[in-house]
């Protein structure tokens, strides 16, 4: 359940955003502007979420690794780098 909201997270956030958002844009009698700004606010949380979202990259294996390692009761030492 844990991985649930740390991983999805943004998904249930901007779900409830987008709700409130076309509950105030999209009552009371909605003209083209309130539906334009609605596609607009959600079209930013669509493009937000697809630049931003967790996904798999090529050191993932290492770190499992590394997490058996340090699961295995011996000292381990770790260097962390930046490529900038």
Request: no cysteine.
């Amino acid at each position: 359940m844990e991985t649930l909201f740390t991983q999805y997270s943004y998904i249930f956030v901007a779900a409830g955003f987008a709700f409130i958002a076309g509950l105030i844009l999209l009552t009371n009698r909605p003209r083209w502007n309130d539906y334009l700004a609605f596609a607009v606010i959600v079209g930013a949380l669509v493009a937000a979420w697809v630049t931003l979202h967790p996904r798999q990259t090529l050191l993932m294996d290492d770190a499992k690794e590394v997490q058996a390692m340090i699961g295995a009761g011996e000292p381990v030492l770790l260097e962390f780098q930046s490529p900038y």
